[in-house]
């Protein structure tokens, strides 16, 4: 039903603030920062607060299903039945002659819990293959398997209020000055209250973040290990450890002991590049600290050792103890707005649902029972950049993107645009034109846009909120779990014929209980009375979570945290030689999202910083004779980009930054980052490294 004021949840970043969305008469909408909740307290940054133009403006918008009839033949307006008749047959081919591993599909931490939901059920339950991926293997893939191993399920123990109950921060490798900047905000407002609080950022760059620290900490790419490690042998000497947490609640602390004590704080300093003055001083905020929280973000999380570098840091809040308490834990951010929702509903190749194990026979066989089919598949599905090399291959022969665009996000992007011009048949369902990825589409599906449909998504801290529809979509676009039901039922399978996403909401709901994150007594209704709640909410009065673990009991089998020690404490990306010397670092900007198909429609969005460029330090600059303001190329094994040079003290030397925002559409594909970024990725994680490429850099002579 439409009103003319609704209260919901940005659509951006996995902070979550809550807006107020008003509507006039023309149903032109206005959107403010909400008062009265709990993230926010009424503020918004930059790209919250611009909203409105964004759902105002329809003017790039998808409006009716697109086809085309061969790869030959330019795309044309089709009707909903026959655009759905096609998904259907050409889906039962391919399965029919290839079986269900031929396709896949690829869906995005911006998806509504109960879209995530509806896919996975579609993709594990019923098509009987676990090739569902999303873009959140990009960001937090990392994270999730550096808590599954640490704490025994992938579960964020902290609340947004222990910010203020904390005493020290370290913040790695994240910005959220400018990625999260209402959390960041909160942790600012915190310090001015507060000036004994101390921050510490481990970043490569002076970011905005690092600039408003105690203590910046600017280390070499890809040496992290090395400098928490470093870290905790400094607290291990000086006794700033909690004993008594390590003997009662943790396990395999003699193995850690045994690597921390491996490598003397002067060979850390030197393999960082860190002061080892500075690295004792670090260890001294955390240790005689009564609050620590980490946070950290893609800086650790999208790196060939990313869940090592996880470990190395979770174990600093074991060391200390600093976990399950007030203004203490482990704190990964998450980029994306239902990142966590995904993750609750198996919305990985390698996960399933409601946190059950899929390597688990027993947890497989209760899922496929719940969803009334024989058996859920055993075998891991493609992740993010394997499926975009199983299309390029054959192996994969149709893909369905759901609301993200890899043309433009994936590492190696020329190697993924041509992935998808050899499938066999691409499905993309988005919004906007805007998205690259849209160009590639055999079949284009118009869905309705945030305010459009109504649903429920998870924040950073465990936070689920509901989000009301408050807007018709325009032409014919319909929501994506419309979409997806639809293709289900049309495919001939049971339990995809529901009157409403409630209905979808209170089947997983149910799923949940009895898990960890049991979640069966909320409905809809308590959501839009009581407003959000944080999982777990296990019992009818239940008014939700706000910390894990208070009780010191972990969901390992020995309810004991564990000490991971990691594998391998050096970077196993390409290191630099002659011919690529310099390391590339992509990352964000302050006002821009993701590829910019919704930000980049805001003009005032662009005067921050309106273009791409290269960040270069100026002793390289000096080296590689680039003046400010000069065109480069920028070469990496994978492919090339050409921007203007921004010489700046804010990089270290040896390091070039390039925001990844932008792509083809908006100019040439010459300023999209991941031209040079590769695909290698974690091994346990799958996630790829995008702040660690080798690259040469010179200034651009036209031929
Ligand atoms: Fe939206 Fe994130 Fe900004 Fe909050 S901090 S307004 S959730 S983009």
Request: glycine content about 6%; some cysteine.
């Amino acid at each position: 039903m439409m009103t003319e004021e609704v209260k919901t949840t940005c659509s951006y970043c996995g902070v979550g603030c809550g807006i107020i969305v008003k509507k006039d008469a023309q149903n032109r909408i206005t959107v403010e920062g909400d008062k009265d909740h709990p993230v926010n307290r009424g503020m918004l940054c930059s790209k919250g607060m611009n909203l409105h133009y964004v759902a105002n403006d329809i003017s790039d918008r998808i409006m009716y299903p697109e086809m085309r009839w061969s790869k030959s033949h330019p795309r044309e307006r089709v009707s909903w039945k026959n655009a759905m008749e096609r998904a259907v047959s050409v889906f039962k081919s391919i399965i029919k002659k290839h079986g269900p591993d031929s396709v896949g599909f690829y869906v995005s931490g911006q998806c509504l819990t109960e879209e995530y939901y509806i896919a996975n059920k579609l993709t594990k339950g019923f098509i009987g293959t676990n090739n569902i991926d999303t873009n959140s293997r990009l960001c937090m893939s990392s994270a999730v398997v550096g808590y599954k191993k640490t704490f025994g399920e992938d579960s964020v123990p902290i609340a947004y209020d222990d910010i203020e109950l904390a005493d020290c921060f370290l913040i790695a490798g994240a910005n959220p000055a400018w990625c999260h900047p209402i959390l960041f905000r909160r942790i600012e407002q915190h310090k001015e209250k507060n000036p004994e609080v101390k921050i510490i950022v481990v970043d490569p760059r002076k970011t905005d973040s690092a600039n408003f620290a105690d203590l910046h900490l600017q280390i070499i790419p890809g040496t992290d290990i090395v400098l928490y490690n470093a870290i905790g042998r400094r607290l291990l000497e000086r006794g700033l450890i909690d004993y008594n947490f390590i003997k009662e609640h943790t396990e395999n602390y003699q193995k850690y002991k045994e690597q921390i004590l491996s490598l003397s704080l002067k060979k850390a300093s030197k393999i960082c590049g860190v002061p080892e003055n500075d690295i004792k001083k670090a260890a001294d905020m955390i240790g005689l600290s009564n609050g620590y929280i980490s946070m950290w973000a893609m800086g650790l999380n999208q790196s060939v050792i990313g869940t090592d570098k996880n470990f190395a840091l979770l174990n600093l809040s074991l060391i200390t103890g600093q976990v399950g308490k007030p203004g203490s834990g482990p704190f990964s951010l998450t980029g994306q707005p239902n990142a966590m929702g995904g993750r609750e509903v198996g919305g990985m190749a390698n996960l399933l649902a409601v946190h059950k194990n899929l390597f688990n026979e027993t947890h497989r066989k209760e899922v496929a029972q719940f969803w009334g089919v024989n058996s859920i598949s055993g075998k891991v599905g493609y992740t993010a950049t394997e499926m975009f090399d199983a299309l390029e291959k054959g192996k994969l022969k149709a893909i369905w993107v759901v609301c993200t665009n890899p043309m433009v996000s994936m590492p190696n992007a020329r190697k993924i645009e041509k992935a998808l011009k050899n499938a066999k048949f691409v499905i993309v369902q988005d919004i906007s034109h805007a998205s690259d990825t849209s160009k590639m589409a055999d079949l284009l599906l118009p869905a309705a846009g945030w305010l459009e449909k109504d649903g429920t998504m998870t924040n950073s801290e465990r936070r689920i909120s509901y989000l009301p529809k408050a807007l018709n979509a325009p032409g014919e676009a319909r929501p994506d779990v419309e979409i997806l039901c639809d293709f289900a039922s049309k495919m001939g399978y049971r339990g995809f014929n529901y009157n409403s996403t409630e209905e979808i909401y209170r089947e997983y709901c149910s799923m949940t209980k009895g898990t960890n994150i049991d979640i069966s007594f909320l409905n809809y209704d308590r959501l839009k009375n009581e407003g959000t709640i944080q999982w777990p909410v296990s019992e009818y009065r239940h008014k939700g979570t706000q910390r894990l673990f208070e009780d010191r009991k972990f969901y390992t089998p020995t309810q004991k945290a564990i000490f991971n020690v990691p594998y391998s404490t050096e970077n196993a990306s390409i290191p630099t030689d002659a011919m690529h010397p310099l390391i590339l670092t992509t990352g964000r900007i302050r006002d821009q999202w993701h590829t910019m198909t919704k930000t980049g429609k805001v003009s005032r969005l662009h005067t921050h910083y309106p273009s791409p460029v290269i960040e270069i330090n100026p002793v390289d600059a000096y080296l590689y004779h680039i003046k400010n303001g000069d065109i480069t190329e920028v070469k990496s094994r994978m492919g090339t980009v050409r921007l203007r040079a921004k010489v700046t003290d804010s990089v270290r030397e040896g390091v070039i930054f390039i925001p990844m925002h932008w792509g083809k559409v908006l100019k040439s594909d010459l300023n999209r980052a991941n031209n040079l970024t590769n695909t290698i990725v974690d091994p346990q994680s799958k996630e790829p490294d995008f702040k660690f490429t080798v690259v040469s850099v010179s200034k651009y002579k036209k031929e």
